[in-house]
């Protein structure tokens, strides 16, 4: 008998019942120790003897477990109990000694211990401030406001938008453009979602009583950490306008939207850019697109100077309206 078979008997006579796991790979090895995860293809696992090691799943030819765990399948069901692969493939699992065994193939196992995911509800939201008031040889005021609210589970997010920019001068209205968004996303897998929204915006110099659209679509979360957020969606939505002078219009749209944002400089300077725009090739339907793109430098609990560039465009304006619209926005933004 090898070395290593030996060691691992003797680690096997004096591992506690937590360690109760035992695999042989196929050139006749043996390792004893308690099994982390299988994730990736990828077996870790704590041995008394040699410590924490990693073993290709596919070199493993049989594994005999404890009773203690859990086993991920390829169709998303979990279970529970001692589990034996054996060198033909085969794999039972017992998952008490009085219930019935359960017998599955070793592709039916996709992870072993996967990570537990936490179902509580998790906020997070952030609101920018920006504005003057001037009194005096000059009379005019201006304010900006740019929140939102999220909130996260494991596989459902909510989320709340809302951006208002009014402004006035010497008594009359300069500005006064308002914005509110809602989205459900409910997550198919890790990355990929489905999505319902609705969207309401007015924009009083642009004869925009109010414009309104529903719509669902298909979203993929391609990366979300600390660091990075970058999402792509596209769907249908149904755009109903209101005006005060001009006819109102309602039309059926494809709709596109890309949101990212990126943490540079051990998280002192972050950037982030979200692009949303909506297209019909109906008779009296409009192009519009929406841009914000800005940064915002954190300074200390939370608070945050930012700057920002607002582009809005509407391909068919009513007469007299430009098709195009931007701001630069300065404000103090709080994060949490």
Known sequence: MCLVRALAIVA?????????????????????GEIVSLQGQLLTLNSPLFGTVKIPWGKVVELRTDRGVRIELADGRELKGQLLLQPDGRVVVAPTPSAPEVHILRSDVAQLNPPVIDPSVKYSGRATLGGT????????????????????????????????NEARAFGFTTASRRLLTAQHDIFLSQKNYVFVNARAQSDVLADLAMRTSLGTGYGRQIIENTTTKLSAEVGLSYVSENYEIAPDRTYPALSLALNYEHKFFNNTLVFFNNTHLTGSRHE????????????????????NLSTQFNLAYDSSPPTGIKPTDSSL????????
């Open 12 to 32: 096997i006579s004096l591992a506690p019942a937590a360690q109760a796991a035992k695999l042989t790979l196929g050139n006749g090895d043996q390792i004893s």
């Open 329 to 336: 926005i300065f404000g103090v933004g709080y994060i949490f």
């Open 133 to 164: 008031f001037n009194q005096g040889n000059s009379t005019d005021e201006m304010l900006n406001l740019d929140a939102e609210l999220v909130a996260r589970t494991p596989d459902k997010r909510y989320a709340i938008n809302m951006a208002v």
């Open 284 to 303: 009296s339907a409009s192009t519009l697109a929406t841009n914000k793109v800005g940064f915002r430098i954190p300074i200390a609990n939370g608070l």
